[in-house]
């Protein structure tokens, strides 16, 4: 008997449990998608690197799960609690009736199990459905084929899943136990009646708050355009959040106070109502609104952010290297060996074997503080604060001429000539280069080992001299005549070499490898602290890329669908408690196309208002973010930071939609 | 004594063999069952009856809130019961007020903003509405609740604000549907002295559905309904208003049922 009345009440209430088991079945998909890379990796043919990277980004993934669960708890809780009250009506009819409330639990209890069970179920299935799909994007991003196409489940990540879920389903179930029977009949039986609002702060304050947390807010933006993110982020949070909250505290009353300004355009159509009921709504959930701003703020940094460092990631793989390995021996084992490829024969590795050609240089400190000298000409927003109020130096690098022409010869770069007082430089960034140019054509002179030289541009290079990454080498280096470095502190000599043609690359790295692998092993004191290959490198970035954007996609939408079906709900919720009013504007003789308009223009604005926020928030904290990584980097990533946006902007614009027409159709129900 | 206002009075409202039936073919239910009469301009009409004898469901169909089974509703010479479906807002909008007994005002807006609602809705300018809103809420005392929200209201208030808002496009009739229902007896005279002060002064025509005889005192002309038809009619004339309240407990007590219990 309960069951049938539960099964019913699912079943005609339909409508009201779409946006729940929605935002189940979604849940539960999504959950299962990404906590299933882990199978889907096993059918890829990944080397050995890539498949260390993989794990590395799989581990990332199972950290992050427990967030995104509490996440998605929060999330069904809400969406459940939208759901009875809606039904309070109801559930009041039957305590009158004479249901005991036990058996009135039972019936929600039974409700809640039926369609978390249906939702699980389809979300289980889409969840498999969809993986395929992924394994096919993560092949890709992996750039490995499939070996072969495999249906690819994973019964972990289905296990998982039905626990997590079941474990969320449980505790909705005792909370609506609790509920119900806590209620007062008189409660459930009124509650579409009671819509007495609470009257907001007078308007004065909260143009005060507003004001206060705009305040606070551009004080944090400061510090981000002004300062380093990373130094400054405690700050910018102590006054960027409380900030948003007071913004929007003060908002309400803000927005009534700027739209009633102008009288004639308050007083025309529905402008008034929609004013008026938007800040009501404003005032009576400004603090979930604020955390769904900041939610946003978090969504589209990491979306944003995720695919902008992807992308650096990706340029910076790409970047073009035109040697195969590099070694940093350290200067004595040279000394004492008499060269840098003779240390390494010494120690075992038949250098003539595995390369076709080697050539070394010694790479030293110079004494030219680069963000001081520099500090005008470099496009760094930070340089010169840096260089100022930080006593942060970065010297350049130095080689000498002699040496470093070597390494231009192997992957043949014309050399450097240099007369007295002149030096040359090498940069990875084209964009330094064109600095250094301007540098170099407004005949600064470089100030350096006790005399002054001069840089003409025909002796700047751009190249890329490690395959380690540039971020482990000065921005730029200069070239010194042979007898200038005696001077200056030896880091590394770098050995660099290419390897021998007719036998294809990858299996003269796997051998080099192997080899250094068993020396090791036999003798831990390598002349070399330091060994990189290009294609090594290339593999373990991709991995970098892939978790970066999966890791970046995961959170990020878990986030945004979270905030979208919040201001979903919030706006449905209150099509409930609207009915009436819209009843009323229909007898007062209000066109429908008016009310259809002012809906729109409530929910737009509604949705607008955080996105908006957040947004701004974000362009701020992206560019702290990116000038950071630009800076380790030197590369422009702003354009890929529009496609995680894109994302954004579709599953905002869908839940967007969503609402609209249903509130629509519940504002119609009375009709 | 007819139904029909014989008077020089123009007539503003003909309703005319007007038939409502509710239900399938099995179970019919006539709620409204031949109902003819006139209403004058600048008439103050009560329509009296027992529960289910019809009167919010005429009041209803006047209202174009529902439609008839059979027969015409004519207003100001527009029969509504042939308006297209796109044309009634219009017709709501131009031709009628509403007073509801549970007032009906949006509780997000001030009371001057639910009048001026009204108002914004036919598209009449700020400078106008400014100038309206000073008029009526001098004559019906309600400039001390024009800037406090409904919640802030007691009953008669927040009637008031309604009577305010239904008068205040100057509609050809004000419908106004029990709407002492819930006040106490206080605010329940003094909206109906409002009401009074509006018919007179402003020349509204008030169509007032009450089962309150106290408050079908203050109308000049009653009509009694019983079981969907027109029982019988009550004129004021030059009765003072406690006459007609005695004459109008006469017919209560003849009619029956709830009404004599509401006296």
Redesign the interface.
């Given at each position: 008997m309960l069951c049938k009345l539960a099964f019913r009440n699912v079943r005609k209430s339909i409508s009201d449990y779409t946006v729940y088991f929605i935002t189940l079945m979604f849940a539960v998909m999504f959950f299962y998608a990404f906590n299933s890379l882990d199978a889907q990796q096993a059918i890829m043919d990944l080397n050995e690197n890539k498949a260390t990277s993989a794990q590395v980004m799989l581990e990332s993934i199972k950290l992050f799960s427990t967030f995104v669960a509490v996440a998605l708890a929060i999330l069904i809780l809400y969406a459940n609690n939208f759901l009875i009250k809606r039904r309070n009506k109801e559930l009041g009819i039957y305590l009158t009736l004479g249901m005991g409330k036990g058996r009135v639990a039972g019936i929600l209890m039974l409700e809640t199990l039926l369609v978390g069970v249906i939702a699980l179920v389809v979300g289980l299935l889409l969840g498999v459905l969809f993986s395929q799909g992924m394994s096919l994007i993560t092949a890709k991003m992996f750039e490995v084929e499939l070996k072969e196409y495999v249906f690819v489940f994973s019964p972990k990540a289905a296990i998982q899943s039905i626990i997590y879920f079941g474990v969320m389903f449980v505790c909705v179930m005792i909370f609506n136990a609790v509920r119900v029977s806590k209620q007062k009949v008189i409660k459930l039986l009124h509650s579409d009646v009671e819509?007495?609002?609470v009257?907001g702060k007078k308007t004065w304050v909260s143009v005060l708050m507003t004001v206060a947390g705009i305040v606070l807010i551009i004080i944090a933006y400061y510090l981000i355009i002004k300062g380093m993110l990373i130094m400054y982020l405690p700050f910018v949070m102590l006054f960027g959040i409380p900030g948003t909250f007071l913004l929007f505290a003060g908002l309400s009353g803000f927005v009534y106070k700027i739209a009633s300004r102008n009288?004639?355009k308050?007083?025309?159509?529905?402008?008034?109502?929609v004013t008026?009921?938007l800040?009501?709504k404003i005032n009576s959930t400004h603090t979930s609104m604020a955390l769904i701003c900041l939610m946003l703020f978090v969504t589209i940094v990491t979306l944003g952010a995720s695919s902008g460092v992807s992308a650096a990631v990706n340029k910076e793989a790409g970047r073009e290297i035109r040697f195969d390995a590099e070694y940093y021996v350290t200067p004595e084992e040279v000394e004492s060996a008499g060269g840098g490829a003779a240390a390494l024969e010494a120690y075992g590795i038949p250098v003539d074997e595995f390369f076709k050609e080697t050539s070394e240089y010694t790479y030293y400190d110079s004494d030219v503080d680069v963000l001081a000298d520099f500090a005008d000409y470099l496009d760094v927003a930070q340089a010169n604060e840096m260089a100022d109020n930080m006593d942060v130096k970065a010297f350049a690098g130095a080689v000498s001429v002699s040496q470093f022409n070597s390494f231009l010869r192997l992957i043949g770069e014309p050399e450097v000539r240099l007369g007295e007082n002149e030096l040359g430089a090498v940069t990875y960034n084209e964009k330094m280069a064109e600095s250094m140019e301007d540098f170099s054509k407004d005949g600064i002179k470089i100030h350096s080992n006790g005399k002054e030289y001069t840089l003409s541009p025909d002796r700047i290079r751009v190249v890329n001299t490690r395959i380690m990454g540039s971020a482990a080498v000065a921005p730029m280096i200069f070239i010194y005549p042979d007898a200038d470095v005696a001077n200056f502190e030896r880091r590394d000599v770098m050995v660099d070499g290419i390897y021998i043609d007719g036998v294809p690359k990858e299996e003269t790295d796997q051998a080099l490898q192997t080899l250094q692998g068993q020396l090791r092993e036999a003798n831990a004191e390598r002349p070399y602290h330091n060994f990189t290959t290009a294609l090594t490198s290339q593999d373990s970035s991709i991995g970098l890329r892939v978790t970066i954007s999966f890791v970046g996609i995961y959170l990020g939408i878990t986030f945004l669908v979270t905030a979208a079906v919040i201001l979903a709900l919030q706006q449905l919720s209150a099509a409930n408690d609207n009915k009436?009013?819209y009843?009323?504007?229909?007898?007062?003789?209000?066109?429908?196309k008016?009310i259809n308009r002012s809906l729109l223009k409530q929910i737009a604005i509604y949705f607008l208002i955080p996105l908006a926020i957040a947004a701004v928030h974000a362009v701020f904290g992206i560019q702290g973010l990116m000038s950071m990584i630009n800076m380790m980097w030197y590369e422009n990533v702003y354009q890929d930071v529009f496609w995680g946006l894109a994302i954004i902007a579709v599953i905002y614009g869908i839940y967007f939609a969503v609402t609209y027409f249903s509130s629509k159709k519940i504002i119609r129900e009375q009709q | 004594m007819s139904i029909y206002w014989e008077v020089k009075m123009e007539t503003l409202l003909k309703v005319r063999n007007v038939e409502k039936i509710y239900g399938g073919k099995s179970n019919l239910t006539k709620a409204l069952d031949d109902v003819n009469f006139d209403v004058g301009k600048g008439e103050f009409l009560g329509i009296m009856g027992p529960s289910g004898s019809g009167k919010t469901t005429l009041l209803n169909c006047i209202s174009t809130i529902d439609t008839v089974t059979s027969g015409h509703i004519t207003v100001n010479d527009t029969d509504v019961t042939m308006l297209k479906a796109g044309r009634l807002a219009e017709f709501r909008r131009r031709q009628l007020g509403f007073i509801f007994q549970d007032f009906n005002l949006l509780d997000t807006l001030s009371g001057y903003e639910n009048i001026a609602l009204a108002l914004t809705i036919c598209g009449v300018g700020y400078g106008q509405i400014k100038e309206r809103i000073k008029n009526i809420a001098q004559t019906l005392e309600i400039n001390d609740v024009l800037y406090k929200y409904p919640c802030e209201m007691s009953g008669g208030q927040k009637q008031r604000i309604a009577a305010a808002r239904a008068i205040i496009t100057n509609p050809s009739l004000v419908l106004a549907d029990e709407p002492t229902g819930a006040l106490d007896s206080k605010s329940s005279r003094m909206l109906l002295e409002n009401f009074v002060e509006m018919n007179k002064r402003l020349g509204a025509t008030l169509l007032m559905v009450t089962h309150d005889a106290f408050a079908a005192s203050y109308c000049s002309r009653i009509l009694f309904l019983r079981d969907g038809k027109i029982f019988t009619e009550l004129v004021r004339g030059a009765d003072s208003r406690k006459d007609f309240f005695s004459k109008i407990i006469e017919v209560v007590s003849l009619l029956g049922g709830d009404v004599a219990d509401a006296v």
């Open positions: 819509n007495e609002k009257i009288k004639k308050y007083y025309k159509g529905l402008n008034l109502f008026r009921q800040t009501s009436k009013r009843a009323t504007l229909r007898k007062l003789g209000t066109e429908e008016m | -």
